[in-house]
């Protein structure tokens, strides 16, 4: 058995409707009540805020809402966030919304918690100083399981992403109300299950940290996510798939939290650096390329996947079996399948290969060390 250290969140409940009792539920967890709500305008738009601020008002919560969260996020947004806080002398925050505002908000409260540490001075691994002020996570999207990880993503220039790993990016309160992503648009619900899907393969195949716990969160994960993704995309209100996906979108993220994804994600950022595609969406363009490069040492494990999800034997090569399972899933979802289909230039595909070098904190993590050269290639392929 494995020297292993695994952490996640010390409390997640899971209850269709229960974003209607947020207030009560934060309420009876924590004495703090200036409540810093982080979201975005969409979200605000589409009147999913409205009943969430009269609840937390209700329940004694005076509430200030930044909702100027974007798609990667850049350092800009994170800094008038928590600006917009201090100001209100905030002692609480509440992450609502899709990976990006959840990844600000945890940052933001960290940087509200901290003894005057700079956000430059947290980016890496295991670098963040002092405590945070309480803070709980509610998803919107079933596919980032930031709300379980110790890691957000910022943009750090016009095209370059950075993250920050630590310990005190655990939220103190998860809920999981799959009701939120009942609206969620077809392609979304296909990219963010993608994307899902991706944090648990990456978990299962990790040259580093992988154990026992990730790769039995990991396996359920996926189980979860194949069987649920394509019921979900074809009906959005089907209450049993859309419980299932956030469901294992949560667990996929405890599983990376602790065995660290790789080359997939690594070629991933810079599709949303130079072209804005939706992290989720750039995940699934690069799984098939990266699965199949990968297959020369991760054989043993995808013939494992291969019987958790159930696939048909149609071949004596068990992991050909669930590369290619997983292929025809992403074809039936309704997503995007090149590179070209999102816009994204061939004479780009070098400057992307590049920029996805610089993304060792994940390449190190791959089953199967990747070069300029191979990088180049497998966007070839995806295009």
Not at 52 to 59: M, T, Y
Not at 149 to 176: C, F, H, R, W
Not at 356 to 362: S, V
Request: glycine fraction near 8%.
């Amino acid at each position: 058995m494995p020297t292993f250290d695994f952490q996640t969140v010390p409390s997640i409940q899971m209850e269709w409707s229960g974003a209607a009792h947020l207030g009560e539920r934060l309420a009876a967890r924590f004495p703090a009540r200036r409540l810093l709500l982080v979201t975005d305008a969409g979200l605000v738009k589409a009147g999913l805020i409205e009943p969430i601020l009269a609840n937390l008002q209700s329940s004694g919560f005076t509430v200030t809402i930044f909702d100027a969260v974007v798609a990667d996020p850049p350092e800009s947004v994170l800094h008038a966030c928590v600006q917009t806080a201090r100001q209100q002398d905030t002692d609480i925050v509440l992450g609502f919304g899709g990976g990006s505002s959840l990844d600000v908000a945890k940052l933001a409260a960290v940087l509200l918690g901290s003894t005057g540490q700079s956000l430059g001075d947290m980016y890496g691994i295991g670098k963040v100083q002092g405590d945070r002020l309480p803070l709980a996570l509610v998803p919107t999207t079933s596919g980032t399981g930031s709300e379980v990880t110790n890691i957000s993503i910022i943009t750090t220039g016009e095209t370059t992403k950075m993250g920050v790993v630590s310990p005190q990016l655990y939220a103190d309160y998860v809920l999981l109300d799959a009701e939120l992503t009942v609206g969620l648009p077809q392609v979304h619900t296909a990219a963010t299950g993608i994307d899902a899907m991706v944090h648990a393969i990456e978990a299962y195949t990790s040259r580093h940290k992988k154990n026992p716990l990730s790769d039995a969160l990991a396996r359920e994960a996926l189980r979860l996510l194949t069987t649920n993704l394509v019921p979900a995309c074809q009906d959005g209100a089907n209450r049993s798939a859309r419980e299932g996906m956030l469901l294992g979108a949560m667990l996929a993220g405890q599983a990376f939290s602790n065995s660290p994804v790789a080359a997939v994600h690594a070629l991933a950022y810079p599709l949303g650096g130079h072209y804005h595609v939706p992290h989720g969406l750039s995940n699934a363009l690069m799984l098939g390329p990266v699965l199949r490069f990968n297959a020369k040492a991760a054989a043993p494990l995808y013939a494992e996947l291969a019987e958790v999800i159930a696939v048909p034997a149609r071949s004596a090569d068990r992991a050909h079996d669930f590369v290619e399972a997983m292929q025809a899933l992403m074809d039936e979802s309704g997503a995007p399948r090149r590179l070209r289909d999102v816009g994204v230039g061939e004479n780009m595909l070098a400057l992307l290969a590049s920029d996805a070098m610089k993304q060792t904190r994940l390449l190190v993590n791959n089953p199967v060390e990747v070069t300029e050269a191979d990088a180049l290639q497998l966007y070839r392929e995806a295009f």
